[in-house]
């Protein structure tokens, strides 16, 4: 059993039927009134999902991915089409357990890097049932309160 995880739940993809007006930058600092202007519609499915045939959401339970800005209950955004790279937020099947980590290759060696100081990354050591399912592509949470 992985102790060292982040699961994650498989959600239905369902394609957007509307597209939402999109305004140009809002400030993070001080407000500009130039800035308060449509910049166009946004359709999140061409924003978002690039393959929708390969394109899956998934739940993120778990907090081994706090440092990458994925919290517990945020959607992912994966694609299973996308060929996996080192350095790649990925899900991943090993040992027959889900689990999103950051692939890293070092040397000869791969991991499964997490990215929080209080889990250890995963060596992928010859013999254990690995697959790389998906590489994320975005990540969906709500702002969180102080």
């Known amino acids: 059993m992985i102790r060292n995880t982040t699961l994650v739940r498989v959600l239905p993809l369902c394609k957007l039927t509307k597209s939402f007006p999109l ?10 009134p ?4 449509l910049e166009e519609e946004l359709d999140l499915n061409d924003y978002l999902i690039k393959n929708p045939e390969a394109t899956f959401f998934v739940r993120v339970t778990g907090d081994s991915m706090i440092r990458a800005g994925i ?3 945020d959607i ?10 080192s350095g790649d937020v990925i899900v991943a099947l090993i040992d027959g357990e ?3 980590k950051r692939w890293v290759r070092h040397q000869d060696k791969y991991f499964l890097q ?4 209080a889990y250890k990354a995963i060596e992928l050591k010859e013999g ?18 102080l």
């Open 23 to 32: 305004f140009a930058g809002v400030s993070a600092g001080f407000p500009s």
């Open 34 to 37: 130039a800035d308060d202007y």
């Open 71 to 73: 919290y517990q209950d």
């Open 76 to 85: 992912l955004i994966v694609d299973c089409s996308l060929q996996a790279r």
């Open 98 to 100: 889900f689990t999103v």
């Open 114 to 117: 997490p990215e929080n100081p």
């Open 128 to 145: 254990c049932e690995f697959q790389v399912w998906g590489v994320v592509t975005n990540v969906i949470h709500k702002p969180y309160a």
